[in-house]
Every structure is written in C-alpha cells, then in structure tokens.
C-alpha cells in the first residue's frame, strides 16, 4: 500500500555528549523503507540517547536528522513515527480499550483497527480489564499494538523484548517483519539476537 | 483523528482517571475546608474580625488549596511514560495541555466553588457579598491552574520540586489574590466591584491564550 512513495530517515554527524561524556561522535546512518536499524552497544554507550534524539526529543549535540531530505522538526515526521520506550506510556487505572482508545485520538488511525490490533497482540479477551491487572509481558504487548491501530512509518522501540517470552518475542518479530514489508522501517536497541528473514537489517555499534 | 477529537479525549481520559482515584479530588478540597475551619478555632470569639477577614481567608485558602493540587497535574504522566506520547503526537502540544489543564480545574478548581458559599456562610460573611466570591472563585481559580501549569512543566522532571514550584508560581498567584480580594470585600460594603471583575476577566483570557505555550515548551524541556 505504501510501496509506492520510499521514505527515508538519515542521520548526519550525529554527536552526543552527556556530562562531559562524549557518547557518540560523528555518527551517520541512512536508512530507507523496508529496512531495520539495529544498536547495539553495551549499557551506557548511548544507545537510548540516540532513539530520543530520533524522536525529537533531545537536540544532537552536533549534526542534524532528516526526514525525507527535511529537518525533523520541519517536516512531517512526527505524523509519520511511534515510539516505545521504556515506559510503557499506558494508564494502569484505565482498562486495555480505553488506553487505545486515548492513543488512537492522539494519532491518526491506521492499517488495523483496536479489536484486530488486540488480535494481533494476543490480548483479545483482555480489553475491560485494568491495565494494572495485567502482567508486564502483557503490558508491554499492549503498547506495542498502540503501534499497528495508529498510522506511521518509522518504528522506534528501545528495548521491545523485555519482558517478553519467547513466544512474545516470536510474535514481535513477525510484526516488524510485515511492518518491513509493507514499506515501514524500524530503528531499535536489543540485547536479543533479532531474527528477520527477508528484513535488510543494518547494524551500528556504539561503544 | 481532528484537533477537537483529540482535545476531548484528553479531557475524557483525565476526567475518568481522576474518578478511579479519588483523593486526587478529595484532597485539595479536604484541605481548604479544614484550613479555612480552622481560623474561627483559632482567633476564637471574635465574629467582626472574622467576617472582616473572611474574603482573605477564602482566598489564600483557595490559593494553597490549587498549589496542593498542582503536582497531579503531569506527575503520573511523567512517571510512566504517557506524557512522551502526548508530546509526540503530531497535534498540536499546546492545544493538549489546555485539555489537560481544564480537566484539573474540573476536578481540583470546581469543587472549591461548591463548598465556598458554605464556608462563606461559616465565616459570617455578608450575604450581599456571596455571588461576588462566587464569581471571583469562577474567574480566578481557573487562571491558578493555567499559571500553575506552567510552574508545574518546568519542575515535573526534578525529583524534589515542591519547593520551587511554590516559590515560582506563588508571586505570579498575587495579582489574581488582590483583585478577587478586593472585590469580595468591596461587595460586602455595598460598593461597586465591576473594575475588579474586568480585570480579573481579562487576567482570565490572558492565561487561557498565553499559558498553554510556555507549558508545552516546558514539558519539551522537561522529558530532555
């Protein structure tokens, strides 16, 4: 559906420094449809500074991201991207439905509809039930389906398997793999070995 | 999907979240009806002085009451990760805060002006001068929150911020203070107050247009 306009998100001499600390330095990537960012790089090396300067965020110390040739800030990017940090960003007091139902206002709505995206997620039968009644493995696969009921093309997930099973995992994978296929591209940070077949997936190391 | 839909699911979502837990309500109006029964207790027999008082003591009550109330506004939100996704949808940020403030006056500004004639009444304040401090509370408490909000963005992503945030948004609470003073006691004499209204209107609209930007910078500042 979307094949037919590419998008592509760059990033050129991206420097970060904390404390004194210089995180990273001249780092660049260009990353384009149907393509997958990997981070890897051990705790504090930056990788978590880099997503929120991709969300827009935090402001690269040097260098500048672009969103289709545009500066993040100047274009459209932020209709076009979803971000799970992590914190899950859902209200334990309110139940599974009205958390997506919150979102998808935000938002503009997208390839799946709540009951189909709940589906997906396999929380089906959960949607009356408190978010804080749910386990963590859950709660997370809630906000990852906040990711298929709104409309976006770059996915930013710091950390999406924790606390997830195997069959979470498994489950996860499938969903950025038909997100890859349909013209999306995702940056994320994992301490799992992520296995996508037919993905172009592309790694940066920080250390 | 549009602007408004947004805007009402906001308010919406913070109304029903305010109702499954109810003592972000029950305090600040807890604590203005024990602060403000507490001062006959405390100046004793003395029913001239106290009605002499009366519009102050409302007031600064009024006052503490909303500063008590103003860390709920972005505390849980900030804590658990859904403030981020407030700020990254592609509405507006300003126009969602605004949701967000309405829906706190709603649930920590409006219960004040339901027990307040009451109090009013306990104090032995003139009867004359009741649908003044009504409208004073209606005009000014709103603006506490709008102000407040503001204060709020900027120290919610310090761990200790009570303290500042007092310092920073008592001084700019004092215009609304002496103008709503000013007109209760005034109507409780008999003379006319419509100066003091005005002001306190366009004090009003001032807040509503002006504060929801610098809160949403803030809150941008704050999630760095």
Redo the contacts between chains.
């Keep these: 559906m979307q094949e037919k306009s590419t998008y592509r998100l760059q990033g050129s001499d991206l420097s970060c420094i904390r404390d004194d600390r210089v995180l990273f330095e001249a780092l660049s990537f260009d990353l384009v449809s149907g393509q997958v960012l990997l981070l890897e790089g051990k705790n504090g090396s930056g990788k978590t500074s880099l997503l929120?300067i991709l969300?827009?965020?935090?402001e690269p110390d040097a260098g500048q991201v672009l969103w289709c040739g545009d500066a993040i800030n100047d274009s459209q990017y932020?209709?076009d991207?979803?971000?799970v940090?992590?914190?899950?960003?859902?209200?334990?007091?309110?139940t599974v439905l009205?958390n997506l139902?919150?979102?998808l206002?935000?938002?503009?709505?997208g390839q799946y509809s709540i009951a189909q995206a709940l589906a997906k997620v396999q929380l089906a039968d959960y949607d009356d039930v408190l978010v804080q009644a749910l386990s963590a493995g859950q709660k997370r696969r809630l906000s990852l389906a906040?990711l298929l009921i709104t409309h976006n093309t770059v996915w930013i997930l710091d950390e999406p398997f924790t606390s997830l099973d195997k069959q979470g995992i498994a489950l996860i994978e499938t969903l950025m793999a038909e997100h890859c296929a349909s013209g999306g591209m995702i940056v994320l940070t994992s301490h799992h070995d992520i296995e996508l077949h037919g993905v172009d997936v592309q790694r940066i190391s920080l250390s | 999907?549009s602007l408004s839909?947004?805007f009402f699911?906001?308010i919406r979502?913070d109304l029903?979240?305010a109702l499954?837990?109810r003592s972000e309500i029950a305090n600040p109006l807890l604590f203005f009806v024990l602060v403000i029964t507490l001062f006959p207790l405390g100046i004793g027999a003395q029913p001239h002085l106290l009605q002499a008082i009366a519009p102050g003591i409302i007031w600064v009550s009024a006052l503490l009451a909303a500063m008590l109330s103003l860390d709920s506004l972005f505390r849980?939100d900030f804590?658990?990760?859904?403030l981020?996704?407030?700020?990254?949808?592609?509405?507006p940020t300003s126009i969602?805060v605004l949701g967000k403030i309405i829906a706190h006056w709603l649930v920590t500004g409006l219960p004040l002006l339901m027990v307040a004639p009451l109090l009013a009444v306990l104090l032995g304040m003139p009867s004359q001068s009741l649908g003044i401090l009504l409208l004073t509370l209606l005009l000014g408490t709103p603006v506490l929150s709008l102000i407040g909000a503001i204060g709020v963005a900027l120290t919610v992503g310090l761990r200790r911020g009570g303290m500042i945030l007092s310092l920073l948004v008592l001084p700019l609470y004092v215009p609304v203070l002496i103008f709503a003073g000013n007109a209760v006691e005034m109507a409780g004499s008999g003379l006319p107050v419509d100066a003091q209204i005005n002001i306190l209107i366009s004090i009003l609209f001032m807040a509503l247009v002006l504060a929801p930007w610098p809160t949403a910078a803030a809150l941008?500042m704050s999630?760095?």
């Design positions: 929120r969300c827009g965020f935090r932020h209709a991207m979803a971000y940090g992590h914190l899950d960003g859902v209200k334990k007091e309110l009205e139902k919150v979102s206002a935000l938002g503009r709505s906040r | 999907m839909h947004a699911a906001i979502r029903v979240l499954r837990r849980s804590d658990d990760g859904s981020e996704q407030i700020l990254l949808s592609p509405h969602l941008k999630i760095n």
